[in-house]
């Protein structure tokens, strides 16, 4: 269990940062909309109270909840992979976000680079297999430095490229492109490994698919969702 002993060093209460976290994360609002959407709630607080609460619990709240969905997917076997890079840029340098999915559409993990190249894919994924552990398909692109870093970590026989093969992760970027418009982009490398880190573990954990469930069950999963949310850390 992740201690949050933090908590009583400040006067707002818990329940009013995991909110105002909740609602900067999830949706594509900026610090001053938190802000003003509180104060109709009669809440008073700064836009930059939801930067400092954001940047102190965000991975903490994020860790918790990796943690926990990991322990559920050791329950089931890895079978497909979806990995593909989206370009971001850094005070008008161009960097690279890597990003796996799994067959759900489920985040598994965000890594940022300067580069593409073999090394970069290698480090991305011995960090993912590492966490997670070896799937049995691993769908990519037909970028060059995947094959290079499969081969070198010998799974290049489990490696399946298409054109439209690779939509599942093409689409797992929406929701961070959308995000990173509301922020005006981002000014440094670690800030954007940061939040991309957050966000995805945010996006899973609401993430309730409502395609698949008809509108009873969706809500049942989305008030499960928040109630999960609120015990975070309990105090």
Known sequence: MTKCDSFKYFKTSSEIIKLAVMMYVRFSLSLRNVEDLL????????HESVRFWWNRFGPIFAAEIRRNRINQMRAYSNWQWHLDEAFVKINGE???????????????????????????ALKFLRKLMKRYGSPKIVVTDKLRSYGAAMKVIGNADRQETGRW?????????????????????????????????????VHNHFNQERHLHNRDNFK?????????????CPV
């Not at 161009?94 to 970069?120: C, F, I, M, P």
């Open 39 to 46: 104060h109709e709630r009669g809440i008073e607080i700064s």
């Open 94 to 120: 161009q960097s690279y976000l890597w990003r796996a999915v799994d067959h759900e559409g489920e985040v598994l993990e965000s890594y940022v680079t300067k580069r593409r190249d073999r090394n970069a």
């Open 220 to 232: 049942l999963n989305r008030s499960a969702a928040l109630s999960e949310w609120r015990q975070l």
């Open 165 to 201: 093969l690779n939509n599942r992760a093409e689409n797992s970027h929406l929701p961070f492109r959308r995000r990173e418009r509301a922020m005006l982009r981002f000014r440094q490398m670690r800030c954007l490994q940061k939040f991309a880190a957050v966000h995805s573990s």
